[in-house]
């Protein structure tokens, strides 16, 4: 068997799908939880927080005109 044959087997794939959630969830905690001067020194969670924040804010005062 050369190695073209082995590395198509799905037991050679088997590991590539846990690396890539790995690298992903990484990133995603390193974009959250790291400050940034765009968001005027927050977090991106802090920031996305802030921003749900005032749309519900909006929405209520939306919902409770006549």
Request: glycine letters at 4%.
């Amino acid at each position: 068997m050369n190695s073209q044959q082995r590395a198509s087997r799905p037991a050679a794939q088997r590991g590539q799908a846990m690396i890539e959630y790995v690298l992903v969830a990484a990133l995603l905690v390193l974009a959250l939880f790291t400050t940034d001067a765009v968001f005027d020194g927050k977090t991106g969670a802090q920031y996305l927080a802030d921003m749900i924040r005032a749309f519900f804010r909006s929405l209520t005062y939306f919902l409770s005109l006549p």
